[in-house]
T-cell receptor, first 113, second 112 residues
Framework: NAGVTQTPKFRILKIGQSMTLQCTQDMNHNYMYWYRQDPGMGLKLIYYSVGAGITDKGEVPNGYNVSRSTTEDFPLRLELAAPSQTSVYFC????????????FGEGSRLTVL | DAKTTQPNSMESNEEEPVHLPCNHS???????IHWYRQLPSQGPEYVIH???SNVNNRMASLAIAEDRKSSTLILHRATLRDAAVYYC?????????????FGTGTLLAVQP
């Protein structure tokens, strides 16, 4: 199994540009999460989803949007990129709540100049 | 959301046991205690989880206090490959909340 796949792995954006970080999982997991990790810091939750069509805000949702039209995909949209969004972004999924192990992607490193 | 508190950093010597503490005094009855670790330049990976009883797997052991307000991740024999940031998080098993909040974790340094 591929697990959780994120694309792209690296991207450089100019201020004001927009882009979408893709996240796909092939484990039929209901729960999916987007985190960002700034250098030397812990993970901050941006958005999460408990199933297709259901999303909710995390700790730091401003400047981002998500959608969940299928179980497999959970794209993260950055509108009007700002230098403060320079970070490593991780997507994660789990089968269920509570006992479900979280599976993480390899991360997407985004730089906004 | 229930929060966890961990020391910022710890040091260990290779081949010695390591006890990583986590406080979660506001834990609810349906919260599972999860541990993840993050190696440099990688995404976090699952280590172990438990609800009430102590748990063992091939990577580590999890000791949970009787009142569940604290837990300890035990690495029985630290290796250089165990140098990582270790995160303790709570997952709500009831579904009342599905936010998963990571704290800053404990940076474990392993000396040869």
């Amino acid at each position: 199994n591929a697990g959780v796949t994120q694309t792209p792995k690296f991207r450089i954006l100019k201020i004001g540009q927009s882009m979408t970080l893709q996240c796909t999982q092939d484990m039929n997991h209901n729960y999916m999460y987007w985190y960002r990790q700034d250098p030397g810091m812990g993970l901050k939750l941006i958005y999460y989803s408990v199933g297709a069509g259901i999303t909710d805000k995390g700790e730091v949702p401003n400047g981002y949007n998500v959608s969940r039209s299928t179980t497999e995909d959970f794209p993260l949209r950055l509108e009007l990129a700002a230098p403060s969004q320079t970070s490593v972004y991780f997507c994660a999924s789990s089968r269920d709540r509570g006992t479900g192990e979280l599976f993480f992607g390899e991360g997407s490193r985004l730089t906004v100049l | 959301d229930a929060k966890t508190t961990q020391p910022n950093s710890m040091e260990s010597n290779e081949e010695e046991p390591v006890h990583l503490p986590c406080n979660h005094s506001t834990i609810s009855g349906t919260d599972y205690i999860h541990w993840y670790r993050q190696l440099p330049s990688q995404g976090p990976e699952y280590v172990i989880h438990g609800l009430t009883s102590n748990v063992n797997n091939r990577m580590a052991s999890l000791a949970i206090a009787e009142d569940r307000k604290s837990s300890t991740l035990i690495l029985h024999r630290a290796t250089l490959r165990d140098a990582a940031v270790y995160y303790c998080i709570l997952r709500d098993g009831s579904g009342a909340t599905n936010k998963l909040i990571f704290g800053t974790g404990t940076l474990l340094a392993v000396q040869p």
